[in-house]
């Protein structure tokens, strides 16, 4: 993940169950768990773009036929 100097760094506050919390702490080191989040969530972005176009790409193919 490319870091836009210009972007604020932003704190949000996640819940998550107590194992699954265990397992992040423990799994993703101190300063690298936001970076992990932070392309968790571009790439479900980008994945939701990717299903829009291909829906209306659908949609414009079955108005051709």
Known sequence: MVKNKAE?????IVKLP?????YFRKAFPHGKRSGFVARCI???ERLQEI???E???KRAGRKRQ
């Not at 604020?8 to 949000?12: A, L, N, Y």
């Not at 107590?18 to 265990?22: T, W």
């Open 51 to 53: 299903e829009k176009v």
């Open 8 to 12: 604020k760094i932003e704190r949000v």
């Open 42 to 44: 571009l790439d479900h």
């Open 55 to 57: 829906e209306e790409l």
């Open 18 to 22: 107590q194992s699954v919390a265990e």
